[in-house]
C-alpha cells in the first residue's frame, strides 16, 4: 500500500482527534511566531517546538488506517 493510498483509506477516531490536537498546535504556535511584539525568547522557543509537534503528530495521524491490507 502507498503512501498516497494510505492517506485516501479511511482515519480511525483516536487518530482523528490527534490530527485535529496536531492542527491547532500547528495553527497556535504559528500565530505565536508571527506575532507583532516583541516575545520572550522562552515563549518563541516553545512556540517552535510546538509547530513542530503539531506537523509530526498532524502527518502521522494522517497515514493511520483502520485495517492495513497485505
Known amino acids: 500500500?502507498?503512501?498516497?493510498?494510505?492517506?485516501?483509506?479511511?482515519?480511525?477516531?483516536?487518530?482523528?482527534?490527534?490530527?485535529?490536537i496536531g492542527l491547532i498546535l500547528a495553527?497556535?504556535?504559528g500565530a505565536i511566531l508571527a506575532a507583532p511584539v516583541t516575545l520572550p525568547a522562552v515563549v518563541v522557543s516553545l512556540a517552535g517546538y510546538l509547530a513542530v509537534a503539531g506537523t509530526v503528530a498532524t502527518a502521522v495521524?494522517?497515514?493511520?488506517?483502520?485495517k492495513l491490507e497485505e
Do not use: G, N, Y
Open 1 to 20: 500500500m502507498s503512501v498516497l493510498q494510505r492517506m485516501q483509506e479511511p482515519t480511525p477516531k483516536f487518530f482523528r482527534v490527534l490530527r485535529t
Open 61 to 66: 495521524a494522517q497515514t493511520a488506517v483502520e
Open 27 to 29: 495553527a497556535a504556535s
